[in-house]
């Protein structure tokens, strides 16, 4: 038995002796693909994390017109609060506004650089009971026909309604869809 062992340990080494570049990029083809099967899995991983993190951030932006009056901001937000699936309502004016597209975007100034306060729209923020009950609120407020310029028509001093969670749910299914894939590679 101990013949035998070293009798192939011995043709072993004189095959790889012989096949050097062979077995060397033999070597070099499976680190890589370890390494790839690595990066999916990470991939893969960073899906799930990022889902848990944005699903409890995921709101409803609710986009003013420029010309909304006070009556009607009010109206609205008494309007949103009645709904049966809102959580909060938060106002936000152009101004805090602006300060937030500051913040987010702090890294980059020729971003931010020419923008005004007044470029920004106010809006209302909403947090839903349900982030799948997006339609109870888009519903009540938009029919869903478009206007001649392709924009949605929107009760009075509402210019559109943003559901945060399908653009999560987008992002997240195309770094999905890049994970399966390079999972599907090996």
């Excluded at 043709?11 to 050097?20: D, H, T």
């Excluded at 009075?156 to 390079?182: N, T, Y």
């Amino acid at each position: 038995m101990a013949f035998r062992l070293s009798y192939i340990a011995l043709e072993a080494y004189r095959g790889f002796k012989r096949n050097l570049l062979l077995a060397l990029s033999l070597v070099i083809i499976v680190a890589i693909s370890l390494t790839l099967f690595g990066i999916a899995l990470l991939a893969g991983r960073q899906v799930e994390l990022s889902f848990g993190y944005w699903s409890n951030k995921i709101e409803v932006s609710v986009f003013l017109r420029n010309d909304v009056t006070a009556e009607q901001r009010d109206n609205l937000r008494q309007q949103l609060q009645s709904v049966p699936v809102v959580q909060t309502v938060y106002y936000e004016s152009k101004q805090q506004a602006y300060e937030r597209f500051r913040e987010q975007f702090k890294d980059s100034q020729d971003i931010w650089r020419n923008v005004t306060p007044t470029a920004l729209p106010e809006s209302f923020r909403i947090k839903l009971k349900d982030p799948e009950q997006f339609a109870q609120v888009h519903d009540r407020f938009c029919n869903g026909v478009l206007d001649d310029r392709g924009k949605e028509q929107c009760t009075a001093g509402i210019d559109q309604i943003v559901d945060q969670k399908r653009l999560v749910d987008e992002a997240l299914a195309e770094l999905d869809f890049a994970s399966l894939a390079a999972e599907d590679r090996h």
